[in-house]
């Protein structure tokens, strides 16, 4: 699955702005008075401006064999959250990824995950520009079960299904779809139910309206 476009909002606005476009050097694809958005490989994730406290679980995928030099990158710029101690977290099979987390001036949990099976390598140094796409966003519902059940006739591979949480999509985009009352790994943060608007890439035009929550799920062929 391809996440083309992903909207979220933010009540730190500029604060954000300056965190990715000065400090993480991801590229600006554009802005104005109420919203900026990043060019975060080939996916365009845009933040809107909102008096909401709001935050989000999203992941970016890396090139292979860059982690622990996005490591060092990363360090100089915020703390990474750990786990047990540990800054670099091993997913073993059927996930075969290992991760570095953080906290945005939003207080979204940020990934960088590096996943064995893309094969996608480069020479270049490690910076925000190597990044290659948004890779996950989170989706905190009453029931996962109901959401796979919307969106069942999109025809998203189920990656991982468990009762109170289900990843759905591949390697190149997940939605990770937890109960709203799970507490995110790493961050020991109950997830908030704000705006979700995503744009994937599907063989058709379609959009879906979440019921009972502000999320949009748009196709684009």
Known sequence: ME???ISLLTSKLQEMKKFYVEELSIPLYIEN???FTLKIG???LEFVGSDEDSFYHFAFNIPNDKL???KSWLAERTEILTEDGEEIIHFPSPWDANALYFFDPSGNIVELIERDRLNQFVDQEFSGASILNVSEIGIPVDSPEEFKVLIN???IPVF???DQFKAMGDDNGL???VNKNRKWFMGDKTPVISNINVTIKGDKTKLINVPNYPY???VEA
């Open 3 to 5: 996440f083309k476009e």
């Open 33 to 35: 008075e109420q919203s």
């Open 42 to 44: 080939n996916t365009k």
């Open 68 to 70: 622990i030099e996005a």
């Open 153 to 155: 006739d999109l025809n």
């Open 160 to 162: 991982r299904d468990f």
């Open 175 to 177: 939605f990770i779809v």
């Open 216 to 218: 949009k799920i748009k």
